[in-house]
């Protein structure tokens, strides 16, 4: 079966930097999108970044400019470089993977499977 886990995850100052990861094993689809998303305490999940398996890139705009996603396709494994962190970035982190292509690669309810999730705090 599917499975996500994610990691790297903590506490940092603003202005400092993090990287996630999210490691995918038990899909044999030949395209899938693959996103991060965050929830805030009292806020909807929302969607960050997505890359799907033509290298296509979204961001949302709150973190345009400031967070990098990427993928290692030799280790399985999904990546999220934040930059410039801000206290409003605290949340936790999903990463999710939805089976073939999506119009909306930020919405939550386009994705099929998800990770258990990696706070992310910053003060």
């Known amino acids: 079966h599917v499975q996500l886990l994610e990691s790297g995850g903590g506490s940092v100052q603003a202005g400092g930097s993090l990287r996630l990861s999210c490691a995918l094993s038990?899909?044999?689809?030949?395209?899938?999108?693959m996103g991060w998303f965050r929830r805030a305490p009292g806020k909807e999940r929302e969607g960050v970044a997505s890359?799907?398996?033509?290298?296509?890139?979204t961001y949302s705009d709150s973190v345009k400019g400031r967070f990098t996603i990427f993928v290692d396709n030799t280790k399985n494994t999904l990546y999220l470089q934040m930059n410039s962190l801000k206290p409003e970035d605290t949340a936790m982190y999903y990463c999710?993977?939805?089976?073939?292509?999506?119009?909306?690669?930020?919405?939550?309810?386009?994705?099929?499977?998800w990770g258990q999730g990696t706070q992310v705090t910053v003060s």
């Open positions: 890359i799907n398996s033509n290298g296509t890139v």
């Open positions: 038990g899909y044999g689809g030949s395209s899938k999108c």
């Open positions: 999710g993977c939805a089976a073939g292509f999506t119009a909306s690669p930020l919405m939550p309810n386009q994705y099929d499977y």
